[in-house]
Structure formats: C-alpha cells, structure tokens
C-alpha cells in the first residue's frame, strides 16, 4: 500500500481486517491495530493507512513514543521510530508534546496523545493504599514502637 492513497487504503480495509473488534450493541468498532490512540476504527486514529501516525505504548518505567516517518514509507525497517520516555510523569508528557509539536507531527492527534500518555502514567503509579518501601537501613515499624515502649518508665498507681 505504499503507492496509494491514504483514503483510498482506508475504504479497502475499514471493514474488513485482522484488527477490528466488532461486538453487538456496539456502533463503532473497536481497533487493536498498533498507533492507533484511541484504539477506535476510524480514518482519523488508524495507524495503518497513514504515512505519519503516532502511537504510546507503555514501557518499564514510563512510556514509549512510537511513529513512523513518511521518509521510509517503502521500509517498514527502517519507518518506525521507538522513543522511551523514563522521566517523572509530568516532564514526560511535556516532552511528548514537544515531539508532537516541535516537528509538526501529527497535531491532530495530540490531545489523544496525552491522554493516553497521562492514563498509561497513572496506571503505572503505585496504589494509594500500599505501603511505601522500606528506606535501606532503616528500622522495622513495630521494632521501632516496641522498643520506645519498653524504654519509657512505668507510672505508679
């Protein structure tokens, strides 16, 4: 498909590929296509049939920036671009913005982008209620309230 356009690669395969998730009671198919943000069967989102698309995927710690560039459109090889992001949650999405916006790609798709950049850091975060780890050296919670418990002197009654 590289050859053809765009629009024309997406009225051969919008409704008929190996990605689409079609369930009852559903009106727009779901996509598991990859870059594809919103993971929504449209010309807009789809990875596939755009010479530039954009995708995050989660990493170790933090997420990868994933695109592809038009340049090496007839090598796949050499077209996608994998950039992992392993910074505090905050830096990461501003940096994000930064490549969406300093090399004018895909503009379109930057609030999508964020979205998913923003929701796949927040799942990554450790939960609320579990205890923190223990710093190295320290003393264990209950030794600790044991021991001034028996160091202080008993009152008389």
């Not at 807009?44 to 995927?57: D, E, P």
């Not at 459109?73 to 940096?95: C, D, G, M, Y």
Request: charged content about 25%; hydrophobic content about 40%; proline content about 6%.
């Amino acid at each position: 498909m590289a050859d053809s356009s765009s629009h024309l690669n997406w009225l051969i395969i919008r409704d008929h590929n190996a990605f689409l998730l079609k369930r009852r009671n559903i009106r727009k198919p779901f996509s598991t296509e990859p870059n594809n943000l919103t993971n929504l069967s449209s010309y807009r989102y789809s990875g596939l049939v755009h010479k530039k698309s954009l995708g995050i995927v989660p990493a170790d710690k933090g997420i990868s920036v994933v695109y592809k560039r038009p340049k090496y459109q007839t090598k796949p090889a050499k077209a996608t671009v994998k950039v992992t992001l392993k910074h505090k949650p905050r830096r990461a999405l501003k940096k994000l913005k930064n490549i969406i916006n300093g090399n004018r790609y895909r503009r379109d798709l930057r609030q999508a982008a964020l979205r998913r950049a923003s929701a796949l850091l927040r799942a990554q975060r450790p939960a609320a209620g579990a205890a923190p780890a223990a710093k190295k050296g320290a003393k264990p919670a209950a030794a600790t309230a044991a021991a001034a418990g028996a160091a202080a002197p008993k009152k008389a009654e």
